[in-house]
Every structure is written in structure tokens, then in C-alpha cells.
């Protein structure tokens, strides 16, 4: 259904602006073109908090693509450890360094809109990519994700002012959410000689060599993915936060069946009935 027809329907729909729009800012514009998942669900968010909203997706976005652009691991460390500096910089209220997204985050956490603390942990989470042995368990890639898209689910629930007691149901969400995107992305990762599936479970030179070869461990991760947390009691102006969840439900169970994951109408659509009804 067109967008004009739900907004006529009684759904609140939030317009959708082109890249090119000078209503988009660059933070706004890397959010929709690196991570258009979460810039969708960030289009739910109070409009006054919509900005660092993008502005958190892009530095999440900079520090995912910090082991994808270095050449060595100790590359990756220091540009992530640039990163945290920035974070630090801010909280410290000295000026931003000469940056797309720095200059903007800086902004976004010396106005009180983005936690520090939970930017730094964002950080330091991430830094696990830059070990050579990989991940050695299930537990370990859980404990990864509920730091790196569980810590950016509790970075964007203290932004929208979600209770504390639910940002720990958030964290949850955000670790399905970075779960479904691990599995999705097994064969790109693969290309750049990479793979975040645990050790104990396949040899990352395998998955390497073959991306295929890792599909019955891909279906297993999915199959037994942790539950998914209660949320209820959510106010509506910090649903987005938990957005995601819905796409990280829909892909889990694709992938369990050992099908693959392409974005679809569907998806927006459960996202958007989703963002008109409390969260269960």
C-alpha cells in the first residue's frame, strides 16, 4: 500500500526525505545509505530527537566499518580508539576534531542527547573484531553482539528517554537484531576474509574458503537465538529504540529455515504497524 493511503487511513506514516534533500544531513544520509534498517525505524522517533538519532547510526556505522577498512587488526584498534577519543573529547568539552560525524557527535553529547559512557562502551566492545582468534563460542558472539548492537539499542533508548528498567529488554533487542545481521552477512564478510561465527561450532578458514559450508550453522545460531524480551510498558515516544526487534524476529526465522534475507515491503510494513501499538 502507497504511503499516501495508510497516512489517509489513520496511519502515521513519517515522510521519507531523498538523500539529496537539504532536510537530510550527513549523518542523515549516511544512516539511510550504510544502514537503511535502522534509519527506517529511526523516521518513528520524536522529530526533535530524530537528528542524533542519525547521528548515533552513523558513528555506529564508523565503528563497523573501522576492522572492514584497516588492513591488520592494530589498524582497526587505533581507529577505533580515535573514535572513543572523539567520544571522550566531548564528554570533556573540548571541540570536535574535523569529521562528517565527529563534529555532529560532539555537538550531540555536549547538548546531553547521546550518554557518553554508553557511546565509550560501544567502543570498546567492538574492539573483539580485532582479534585474531576470532570468537571462540556462542557465548562469546552473544556477549559481542550484546555490547555492540545491544549497547547501541540502550544508547538509543537513553536518547529517546526509555524507562531504565527496559534498557536491559532493549539491550536483548538490539543483540537479535546484531545476531540476524551477523548471519546475513556471513558471505560478504567471507569476501573480506573475515567471520564472526563461533569457533567452536565451524573453522572461520572454512567459512572463509566456503560461505556456503556455513549454512547448517547459520540455521542453528538462528533456530536457538535467545528469547526475545518483553517490552511492555515502552513509551511510545522511545518505540523506535526497539524497532529493530521486529526486523531481527522476521530474518531469524528466515534464516532458520535456511532461507535467505532480502529486505522486502513486508518488513517496512511490520515495522510500521509495529510503531503504532505498544510493544509486546
Keep these: 500500500m502507497h504511503a499516501a493511503a495508510l497516512a489517509a487511513n489513520g496511519w502515521a506514516v513519517p515522510e521519507i526525505p531523498p538523500t539529496s534533500s537539504p532536510a537530510l544531513s550527513a549523518c542523515g544520509a549516511l544512516a539511510r545509505r550504510h544502514d537503511p534498517d535502522r534509519f527506517f525505524c529511526a523516521l518513528f522517533a520524536p522529530p526533535a530527537k530524530r537528528e542524533a538519532l542519525f547521528t548515533l547510526i552513523a558513528y555506529n556505522h564508523e565503528l563497523a566499518r573501522a576492522r572492514e577498512a584497516a588492513s591488520t587488526p592494530i589498524i582497526a584498534l587505533m581507529r577505533m580508539t580515535w573514535w572513543r577519543e572523539v567520544v571522550e573529547h566531548a564528554a570533556e568539552g573540548r571541540p570536535a576534531r574535523q569529521h562528517e560525524v565527529a563534529a555532529p557527535l560532539n555537538a550531540a553529547i ?135 526487534l521486529v526486523l531481527a524476529r522476521r530474518d531469524l526465522r528466515r534464516l532458520a529455515r535456511g532461507r535467505s534475507v532480502r529486505r522486502g515491503l513486508l518488513d517496512r510494513l511490520a515495522v510500521l504497524l509495529a510503531a503504532q501499538m505498544p510493544l509486546r
Design 110 to 244: 555536549r547538548a546531553g542527547a547521546l550518554d557518553a559512557p554508553s557511546l565509550i562502551a560501544m567502543a570498546e566492545a567492538r574492539e573483539m573484531e580485532a582479534e585474531e582468534e576470532g570468537i571462540a563460542s556462542t557465548a562469546a558472539l552473544h556477549a559481542y553482539l550484546r555490547g555492540t548492537a545491544g549497547g547501541f539499542a540502550v544508547a538509543a533508548g537513553r536518547l529517546l528517554e526509555a524507562p531504565p528498567a527496559l534498557l536491559p529488554a532493549l539491550q536483548q533487542a538490539g543483540l537479535l537484531y546484531g545476531l540476524a545481521g551477523v548471519l546475513r552477512a556471513v558471505p560478504a564478510l567471507a569476501a573480506q576474509g573475515r567471520c564472526l561465527l563461533p569457533r567452536a561450532l565451524i573453522a572461520p578458514e572454512a567459512v572463509v574458503a566456503a560461505p556456503e559450508m556455513a549454512a547448517p550453522v547459520i540455521a542453528r545460531l538462528a533456530a536457538e537465538a535467545p528469547a526475545a524480551p518483553a517490552l511492555r510498558g515502552l513509551p511510545a515516544s522511545a518505540r523506535a529504540a526497539a524497532l529493530p
